[in-house]
C-alpha cells in the first residue's frame, strides 16, 4: 500500500506541515510511521509547537498497484489509484482521514538530506540537460521558459530553453535526443571560447520515464521505459559524454518524489479530460520514483559520478506542487533548492550570457 501521512501542529498556519511520516508496510494490515520534521522553509517562522494538532493520512494505492510499470495496466481503464469524493458535491484529491487536535506523535529530529559538496558558481558555465523537473529548476517560472538568458534562475546557466529532450532516458534517446543537446550545449559555450575545464554539465531525467506508458520503442513514440533498459541507456550516457568531453564535469540530478495522492482524475467533466488524466497518470506513483532513484544511483555509484539527491527533500514538501500537479514543483521550491544546495554563493556573469 502506499500512504501520506502528515502531522500539523495547531500553531502551523504555513503551508507547510509540522512532519511528515516515513512509512513501513509491514505486509500484516500494519504500518509503522516515524515522524520527522520538514526541511521546509516555509517552518522558520513557526511558533513554538503546542504538541497538539491534526494528523491527515492520504491513500493512493493498495495491493502493490503502485509497483507496477509499463505494460502491465495496458488493457486497464484507469490507473488504479485510489480516490473518491469525501461528501456529494465536494471533490478531494485521495481518500484521507484526518484526526484534529490529537497529541503531537513522536518527532524525529529531520531525517538528513545530503551535505552537497557541490558549488555550481565555481563554473563558468553550467548545462542542464535533462527532464521537464530540470526545467523547472534552470527557469524563475515555467511560463518565461522561452525569454532565454533573462528567465534563467542563475548568470552561469546554460539555456537550452524548450529544446531539452522531451522523451525518457532509454537506448533510443540516450544518443539521439539527449547526446545531440549536450552537443549542442557544450557547441554554445565554446562559441564563446570557455574552456571545457570550467563547465559542468547536470544531467537528470526521472519525469518522463515514470509517466510513460510504453515499455517498447515505436517510431509513433520516441518515449519508452523499463528498468533494465533505463539501466543500460544511463551508463550509455554517462560513458558517450566522458569519451566525447573528458574535461567536463558531469553531475546527477537525481529523482524528485511523486505524490500521487495530489491528483484525482474523477473530478474532470469531460470524459476526453478525464481519460488523459488517467493516461498521464497510469504509472505515476511515488514507490515507483523511489525505484527508479535508487536504481540510478547504483549505476552512477559504479560510474563515479555525483548525484544531486533530492528524493527525501521532495518528499516531505507535496505542497510545493503545482495544484493537481504530483510530479512539477513551483518555484519557490526550485529557489529554495538553487539557493541552500546548488549555489552557497552567487556566480559571476557567465561570458555565455554575454
Not at 9 to 24: E, F, G, H, K, L
Not at 202 to 227: E, I, K, M, Q
Not at 265 to 282: I, P, Y
Request: aromatic share 10%; with cysteine.
Amino acid at each position: 500500500d502506499e500512504l501520506y501521512v502528515t502531522y500539523k501542529d495547531n500553531s502551523n498556519d504555513s503551508i507547510s506541515p509540522t512532519s511528515v511520516a516515513r512509512i513501513v508496510d509491514e505486509e500484516n494490515g500494519r504500518y509503522a510511521l516515524t515522524f520527522h520534521q520538514s526541511h521546509s522553509p516555509a517552518l522558520q517562522n513557526v511558533k513554538r509547537i503546542t504538541g497538539r494538532g491534526t494528523i491527515t493520512i492520504y491513500l493512493s494505492h493498495t495491493c502493490g498497484i503502485g509497483t507496477l510499470g509499463p505494460p502491465m495496466k495496458a488493457a486497464w481503464k484507469n490507473s488504479g489509484s485510489v480516490s473518491w469524493p469525501d461528501h456529494p458535491g465536494d471533490v478531494v484529491n485521495a481518500p484521507f482521514a484526518e484526526f484534529y487536535n490529537r497529541p503531537m506523535p513522536h518527532l524525529e529530529q529531520p531525517v538528513p538530506v545530503q551535505d552537497f559538496p557541490f558549488d555550481f558558481s565555481k563554473y563558468q558555465v553550467v548545462h542542464m540537460v535533462g527532464d521537464s523537473i530540470m526545467s523547472g529548476i534552470m527557469f524563475k517560472n515555467k511560463d518565461c521558459i522561452r525569454q532565454g538568458a533573462a528567465c534563467l534562475r542563475r548568470s552561469n546557466v546554460g539555456s537550452l530553453g524548450p529544446r531539452n529532450p522531451t522523451t525518457s532516458l532509454n537506448t533510443y534517446s540516450a544518443e539521439t535526443a539527449f547526446m545531440k543537446q549536450i552537443e549542442n550545449a557544450v557547441q554554445s559555450h565554446r562559441e564563446h571560447h570557455i574552456p571545457d575545464a570550467q563547465t559542468a554539465l547536470l544531467l537528470g531525467s526521472c519525469a518522463w520515464d515514470l509517466a510513460t506508458v510504453n515499455s517498447l520503442y515505436t517510431r509513433h513514440s520516441r518515449g519508452f521505459f523499463t528498468p533494465e533498459d533505463h539501466a543500460a541507456a544511463l551508463a550509455q550516457l554517462i560513458k558517450s559524454v566522458r569519451t566525447s568531453y573528458p574535461r567536463i564535469a558531469i553531475y546527477w540530478r537525481g529523482c524528485t518524489a511523486i505524490h500521487r495522492h495530489l491528483v484525482n482524475c474523477d473530478h474532470l467533466e469531460r470524459t476526453g479530460e478525464r481519460n488523459a488524466c488517467e493516461a498521464r497518470m497510469k504509472y505515476v506513483s511515488y514507490t515507483r520514483s523511489k525505484q527508479l532513484d535508487e536504481l540510478q544511483k547504483t549505476i552512477l555509484a559504479k560510474l563515479h559520478v555525483p548525484v544531486l539527491d533530492l528524493l527525501e527533500l521532495s518528499y516531505e514538501m507535496a505542497e510545493y506542487h503545482y495544484p493537481g500537479d504530483a510530479l512539477h514543483y513551483v518555484p519557490e521550491w526550485n529557489d529554495f533548492i538553487m539557493d541552500k544546495y546548488f549555489y552557497p554563493q552567487q556566480p559571476p556573469p557567465s561570458a555565455l550570457q554575454q
